[in-house]
């Protein structure tokens, strides 16, 4: 299984958006070109045609799907499509995991943000946080959301990896310690709080470019 390694991956170049996304009261700004920080994880571009590993509570009726064509690149450019129905029930939250690559120790490996362009495709503004698990049910979120506008432009978010921007949604676990023994990486929507699980949203996000950084 491909897990999180030590640094050494391929150094594929994420396309900037245009304006960055509003972030309500965390400071965060667009990085540019030069100042970037290094990849430290895995990077997911789904020019494969798969969804790498990125998937919904089961038995959903609209999983992730990779979509061939309108990505951030434009033309021919694969991105992640995830569609959320609105409720409580399969499909209702907008929410997707993955298990796969995105397992591992981070402290070791050097991942300090998580990074993904993304795109509202909906009819209502989204609120995007991630969220990640250790051990069952230690579980820390993203304390504060960002602003996705549902205006079906590419915007490049950042989510940084600590006791700053991370808040402990169950389990009494340190964040060290869940850091160090991630079994669960989420991309949510959340509008009010910290959360695993999601709003219930009738929405369209695409989803590319997810890579891990580091100092």
């Known amino acids: 299984m491909g897990r999180v390694t030590r640094a050494g991956g391929t150094a594929l170049a994420l396309l900037l958006a245009v304006a960055a996304v509003g972030c309500p009261g965390d400071g965060s700004q667009l990085l540019g070109e030069d100042d970037r920080p290094k990849i430290t994880g895995p990077v997911d571009d789904f020019e494969d045609g798969s969804v790498q590993g990125w998937v919904e509570g089961p038995p959903s009726p609209n999983p992730p ?13 694969n991105y992640l499509e995830n569609i959320s129905t609105g409720g409580f029930g399969p499909g ?3 929410v997707m995991f993955n298990q796969d690559q995105w397992t591992g120790d981070y402290v070791t490996t050097g991942i300090t943000r998580i990074e993904a362009m993304m795109a509202n495709f909906g009819a209502s503004d989204l609120f995007m946080r991630i969220a990640l698990e250790g051990n069952p049910f230690e579980r820390y979120g993203s304390t504060v959301a ?6 079906g432009q590419w915007y490049a978010l950042g989510f940084d990896l600590d006791d700053a921007s991370l808040t402990e949604v169950s389990g009494g676990a340190s964040l060290q310690d869940v850091l160090s023994n991630v079994g669960t990486l989420r991309i949510l929507s959340a509008e009010r709080a910290p959360s695993w699980t999601g709003d219930g949203v009738v929405a369209n996000l695409g989803v590319d470019d997810i890579r891990g950084v580091g100092e």
């Open 92 to 94: 209702g939250l907008l």
């Open 65 to 77: 799907s990779n979509i061939p064509d309108g990505g951030p690149d434009g033309a021919g450019d």
């Open 146 to 151: 960002q602003n996705l506008p549902a205006d």
